[in-house]
């Protein structure tokens, strides 16, 4: 039987929207969630402005299990958790739950190593000008590592698009959806060779912009 590609153009569009939305609402919640992880992480750590140890371990520790475990993995053990938030374990909106869990301590490791970067003589210069912690952080630490700020960013997001690929392998929708019951399951080839290069375009498209605007803040 030939392969129907009226049928699966309609649904390569859908696949791509599918896997924008997933990415995009993933990458802006893990922000929210990494982004202050990571700061935590860096001020509490021993020798730093705002040092606690018991914060800091707890914390190391938590994220540290989370980046063990692999998304597929991941994907499979919050199904329960999934269920309760979306009241289902499959498609487009489930698929999100699991990239969050995923993305958020990876992208709060990537904060902590950038702001880590920082020289930590601006951090002593501060406090001989009188700054309080909240304005070494705000005024001089994320500052100076914004450049590298927005590289994580661009890492992560890169990260993201082939989580929401894997996703497809248990019903996530988006483009590994379609690579996996067209390509594989139906020995596809031609099918899984454009979600592929779909995916390669956009994780370009992504990297090259993420390379523009460090650069361009880099040179401020």
Same mark, same amino acid.
């Given at each position: $039987?030939?392969?129907? =590609?009226?049928?699966? =153009?309609?649904? @390569?569009?859908?696949?791509?929207?599918?896997?924008?939305i997933m990415v995009l609402v993933s990458l802006v919640f893990s922000i929210l969630i990494g982004f202050p992880l990571g700061?935590?992480?860096?001020?509490? /750590?021993?020798?730093?402005?705002?040092?606690? /140890?018991?914060?800091?371990? #707890?914390? &190391?520790?938590?994220?540290?299990?989370?980046?063990?475990? %692999?998304?597929?993995?991941?994907?499979?053990?919050?199904? %329960?958790?999934?269920?309760?938030?979306?009241?289902?374990? #499959?498609?487009?909106?489930?698929?999100? *739950?699991?990239?969050?869990?995923?993305?958020? %301590? +990876?992208?709060?490791?990537?904060?902590? &190593?950038?702001? @880590?970067? *920082?020289?930590?003589?601006? #951090?002593?210069?501060?406090?001989? $000008?009188g700054a309080t912690p909240w304005q070494i952080i705000w005024r001089f630490l994320l500052p100076e590592a914004l450049s590298?700020?927005?590289?994580?960013?661009?890492?992560?997001?890169?990260?993201?698009?082939?989580?929401?690929? $894997?996703?497809?392998? *248990?019903?996530?929708?988006?483009?590994?959806?379609?690579?996996?019951? +067209?390509?594989? &399951?139906?020995?596809?080839?031609?099918?899984? *060779?454009?979600?592929?290069?779909?995916?390669?375009?956009?994780?370009?498209?992504?990297?090259?912009?993420?390379?523009?605007?460090?650069?361009?803040?880099? /040179?401020?």
């Amino acid at each position: $039987m030939a392969f129907d =590609w009226t049928v699966f =153009w309609p649904q @390569l569009v859908d696949g791509t929207i599918a896997t924008f939305i997933m990415v995009l609402v993933s990458l802006v919640f893990s922000i929210l969630i990494g982004f202050p992880l990571g700061v935590v992480l860096v001020v509490t /750590r021993p020798g730093h402005i705002l040092e606690n /140890r018991t914060l800091f371990t #707890i914390l &190391n520790a938590i994220i540290n299990i989370f980046r063990s475990v %692999p998304f597929i993995i991941l994907l499979v053990a919050i199904i %329960p958790f999934t269920r309760l938030v979306t009241g289902s374990s #499959i498609g487009t909106v489930a698929a999100i *739950v699991p990239l969050i869990f995923y993305a958020a %301590p +990876y992208f709060g490791r990537l904060v902590e &190593n950038s702001l @880590l970067e *920082v020289d930590s003589g601006v #951090i002593e210069a501060a406090k001989v $000008m009188g700054a309080t912690p909240w304005q070494i952080i705000w005024r001089f630490l994320l500052p100076e590592a914004l450049s590298s700020l927005i590289l994580a960013a661009t890492i992560a997001t890169i990260g993201l698009i082939g989580a929401s690929a $894997m996703a497809g392998a *248990v019903g996530g929708g988006g483009l590994g959806d379609l690579a996996i019951t +067209y390509g594989y &399951n139906q020995f596809e080839v031609r099918v899984v *060779v454009i979600t592929v290069l779909l995916l390669i375009i956009l994780v370009q498209l992504v990297q090259s912009l993420g390379n523009y605007f460090a650069q361009t803040v880099r /040179r401020k």
